[in-house]
């Protein structure tokens, strides 16, 4: 990696700045015709998928709920499954969701859309802006990480306090509030189902304020002219409670199960959950956040995620969290230490993208 490599002279903050203040964007990149990426893209070594090691395994479990309203035979074996899927893997794929194939072909388009638009149009709504309103930029960690990641995304709030209609940009705006809706009530099923097969009542999560922290997030994957160079987004786990996310037809995404790098194969109108730090913590292990990353793009296609993240809100951060008592015994003490929402933001906001850095803070050493 001499040739491309970090030089002890190497001034990364200048390349950064100068790339996050063209405001052009990973698209913009790309677009340009580029046939080398710049050198704050280049990931070291050891952050690069192996080329050679396919896995073992077809994909992620897939869920289908088209009988979750059997309260017999259909909910039982879904709760199972859902909880099997959350423990095993941390990741699987919904069909018969209940959110229509319109509305989910309707935002991926509109949000492409909004990459078609010309440069200009899109600079307007580009910035930093992290904790409220919207946010069009390209890495949200871009001057946190050691290495950029090949991605464009926005970002936003939909609760406690939803970004004004007016920041939205016009291309995406109606198809953001809607898929809100959609995926809101998905995500509050899977937590009944998550915490029925922990033997909990139904809306105990969501008394924990699970999902009263929404925000909608698109990410735009374009083309990349190196992709052995560099990933799409570095491997990481979700820090909130839940993940729900589409994805369009161009593949890339990986889930980590033991020690293979899994494809999440794209399915046609299916949604794509996973576990977060806090859920893993909150269900003292009985449920598993796991390492993801997603290539970077080969195709001349755009790839397109739509993802939206569940989370506590206690806006003053004084509550405390930690396990959840009722699943704790003298055989199946609690592994964490309890935190506050204060903890877990400076947690995230203080660094780049990474794995169960919140989960190995609060273990309890046995």
Known sequence: MTAVGMTTDYDRLKDVKEFDEARIGVKGLSD??????????????ENLPASNSPSSYDGIPVIDLSDINDPVHGRPQIVRQ???AAKEWGFFQLINHGVPLTAINDTVSAFKSFHAEPWESRAKHYGRKELSGVTYTSNNDLYR???ASWHDYVQ??????????????????????????????VAERV???????????????????????RIWVGVYYPYCPQP??????????????????????????????????????????????????FLQIISNDEYKSVQHRVLANANKEPRISIVEFFNIANADGSKRYGPIPELLSAEKPA?????????????FYSKGLDSKSLVEKLRIEG
């Open 32 to 45: 340009s015709g580029i046939t080398t990426i710049p050198r704050i893209f280049i990931q070291p070594p």
């Open 82 to 84: 859902v909880k099997e």
């Open 228 to 277: 052995d160079l560099t990933v799409g987004l570095s491997h990481h786990t979700d820090p909130g409670a839940l993940t729900v996310l589409v994805q369009n037809e161009v593949g890339g995404l990986q889930v980590k199960h033991g020690e293979e790098w899994v494809d999440v194969k794209p399915i046609k109108g299916a949604l794509i959950v996973n576990v977060g730090d």
């Open 191 to 213: 937590a009944e189902m998550l915490a029925e097969g922990l033997g909990l009542h139904g809306g105990r999560f969501k008394e924990l304020g699970c999902s009263e922290t």
């Open 145 to 147: 990480s050691k290495a």
């Open 156 to 185: 936003v709030w939909r609760a406690p306090e939803a970004a004004p209609l007016e920041e939205i940009p016009a291309a995406f705006r109606d198809e953001v509030v809607a898929w809100d809706g959609h995926v809101t009530a």
């Open 335 to 347: 592994l964490y230490r309890t935190f506050t929402k204060r903890d877990f933001d400076q947690n």
